[in-house]
């Protein structure tokens, strides 16, 4: 079974910082997705970014970035410049890639909850 | 971009009723959607999946005859807490994804309260 550890159960930043946020994984498989999620205090789960694991180059989306390293099974957020709306908590998230192209649920980590300090 | 509908958002029962919460995708056919539960400043756990026109394969550990899964169209998927008890009160959110299986969108959640 695949496992998803962050071990910062908080982070606090200043404004306007950087931040990372780590996630580490255990699996067995060699083709998988691996996400971050951002849920608010309104509890709805937004995408932050995505990796798929064949891809080698670190995906960005603006001032979210990780770092994916396929062999050592880390995955771990970067925040720039943050603001006050990051505020929230921050799921690492598994998801297999099924044989034919099936969907799997997604494995959780048990988040991390930052706070920006104005 | 995609949208899924999950009602109600809130729901407070009594001991022993059931409940059911629905969860629709309005723009997408969706033909695999996931159930996850998450207590209190916890993670998010996948409870069962569920394939259109088919059974919903439960995760360990979760009572498939007290978490029914209904997917019987490419819009809608239902669960049904049978016989709640307080222990039953959590917060469940559903997710789909479409042919593609490229993207999973999710519901905004329902926080089931059992008194």
């Known amino acids: 079974a695949q496992t998803v550890t962050q071990s910062q159960p908080e982070m606090s930043v200043q404004e306007a910082e950087t931040v990372t946020l780590s996630c580490t994984y255990d699996?067995?498989?060699?083709?998988?997705?691996l996400f971050w999620y951002k849920q608010p205090p309104s509890r709805q789960m937004i995408l932050v970014i995505r990796?798929?694991?064949?891809?080698?180059q670190n995906a960005t989306e603006n001032r979210f970035s990780v770092n994916f390293q396929k062999a050592a099974k880390s995955f771990s957020l970067k925040i720039s410049d943050s603001q006050l709306g990051d505020a929230a908590m921050y799921f690492c998230a598994y998801r297999g890639a099924l044989p034919g192209g099936g969907a799997d649920g997604l494995t959780f980590g048990k988040g991390t909850h930052l706070i920006i300090q104005p | 971009g995609a949208v899924v509908s999950q009602h109600p958002s809130r729901v407070i029962c009594k001991s022993g009723t059931s409940v059911k919460i629905e969860c629709r995708s309005l723009?997408?056919?969706?033909?695999?959607m996931f159930w996850y539960r998450q207590f209190p400043k916890k993670s998010l756990m996948l409870m069962a999946t569920s394939n259109e026109g088919s059974k919903a394969t439960y995760e360990q550990g979760v009572e498939k005859d007290k978490f029914l899964i209904n997917h019987a169209s490419l819009t809608l998927s239902t669960l049904t807490v049978t016989s709640a008890h307080p222990e039953d009160s959590s917060f469940y959110i559903c997710?789909?994804?479409?042919?593609?299986?490229?993207?999973?969108?999710f519901g905004s959640g329902t926080q089931l309260s059992v008194l």
């Open positions: 990796q798929e694991a064949y891809k080698q």
């Open positions: 997710s789909a994804t479409d042919r593609g299986k490229e993207k999973l969108f």
């Open positions: 699996t067995s498989e060699s083709d998988y997705y």
């Open positions: 723009d997408f056919q969706a033909t695999t």
